[in-house]
Nanobody, 117 residues
Framework: QVQLVQSGGGLVQPGGSLTLSCASS????????MNWYRQTPGKQRELVAG????????TYADSAKGRFTISRDSAQNTVYLQMTRLKPEDTAVYYC??????????WGQGTQVTVSS
């Protein structure tokens, strides 16, 4: 069973930056995409950014465009989410996943990001 291990996150002031990492225990090329989602209490998990495991195609939520950058290191089977100009409304638990074409997904353990002064 593939495992995803997340790192990064924590407390940052508004306007600051954080980078999240998500390392897969197996070759990510066996999967269709790697994605970052976030969730706040009482709300559904929402897609923040996604990247195909092959090629350069990416997708971003409107709230992330221009501030967040998703990237991957296929040799390290790792995906990153660089977050800049963070806002209090970015506060959430962030999850990474590996996803198949048929939308089957494996999830990381989640990491808290808190944006507060």
């Amino acid at each position: 069973q593939v495992q995803l291990v997340q790192s990064g996150g924590g407390l940052v002031q508004p306007g600051g930056s954080l980078t999240l990492s998500c390392a897969s225990s197996e070759n990510i090329l066996r999967w269709y995409s790697m994605n970052w989602y976030r969730q706040t209490p009482g709300k559904q998990r929402e897609l923040v950014a996604g990247i195909r495991t092959v090629g350069e195609s990416t997708t971003y939520a409107d709230s992330a465009k221009g501030r967040f950058t998703i990237s991957r290191d296929s040799a390290q089977n790792t995906v990153y989410l660089q977050m800049t100009r963070l806002k209090p409304e970015d506060t959430a638990v962030y999850y990474c996943n590996l996803q198949t074409v048929g939308d089957y997904a494996v999830w990381g353990q989640g990491t808290q990001v808190t944006v507060s002064s």
